[in-house]
């Protein structure tokens, strides 16, 4: 039986596009009828994830519970938010039963498992999610190995991820994930998780030279397959 997706968007707006273009290009359909319904609130008000977990601004979960309310009225049955940061205040939300929501850190790192069985992960997120550890219960689940960016790198990963919700041209930032990535190569890792919905739109400029995991993609999978979709 098919399902209706509810995509709980706008941190940040363009993620939340390339979520939804993913979900159609994944979406095995040779007509309109054949792809899924979604109701999408694109919501870019939302305060700070990032403030709210490093400095207490805002909180974001009013914002966020308003949006899953909204979308629940209207008929979502299946809830899904294309923002890595923002699953550190899933547990702070309610959701309606018997309304279903896919864990993003649960599904990429699963992906991760999958793919790359006893290979040791480079991780690439805001500093939120590196600071908080919000990976990190999901990793060590799956014993899977891991390492983060140094703290300047990660700094400067904060600064690229400013960038793409900034609209700044994707080509200049391209060269410094490559030089975050490679350090991160030297010290072990095999692999790479895009663990922020604005790393994806970065590596499309220019894909990144080693194997990664892209956490936008393993979520509109797992949609599509939940909702009773069938992948491309």
Not at 177 to 185: F, N, P, R, T, V
Not at 195 to 224: F, G, H
Request: aromatic content about 6%; hydrophobic content about 40%; some cysteine.
């Amino acid at each position: 039986m098919k399902k209706v997706l509810g995509i709980l968007g706008g941190m940040g707006p363009q993620a939340t596009i390339d979520l939804q273009q993913k979900i159609l290009n994944l979406t095995k359909a040779e007509s309109d009828a054949e792809h899924l319904r979604v109701f999408i609130d694109n919501h870019p008000q939302i305060p700070d994830r990032i403030g709210a977990v490093l400095n207490n601004t805002t909180s974001p979960v009013p914002a966020m519970q308003e949006s899953l309310n909204k979308l629940c009225t209207i008929g979502a049955e299946c809830i899904i938010m294309p923002c890595i940061s923002a699953h550190y205040f899933l547990k702070q939300l309610s959701i309606p039963p018997p309304v279903n929501f896919l864990d993003m850190l649960q599904i990429s790192c699963q992906a991760c498992s999958d793919n790359y069985a006893n290979s040791t992960a480079g991780i690439l997120c805001s500093e939120a999610t590196a600071k908080s550890g919000l990976l990190d219960p999901y990793l060590k689940r799956l014993s899977i190995p891991y390492i983060y960016p140094k703290t300047e790198h990660q700094q400067l990963l904060s600064r690229l991820i400013l960038g793409v919700k900034a609209q700044a041209n994707l080509a200049l930032l391209t060269a410094d994930l490559h030089l975050i990535a490679e350090e991160l190569q030297k010290r072990g890792a095999d692999y790479f998780l895009l663990a922020c919905t604005e790393l994806p739109i970065i590596v499309q400029s220019e894909p990144l030279p080693y194997p990664y995991v892209d956490a936008t993609k393993e979520l509109a999978k797992a949609a599509i397959l939940h909702c009773g979709y069938v992948l491309k």
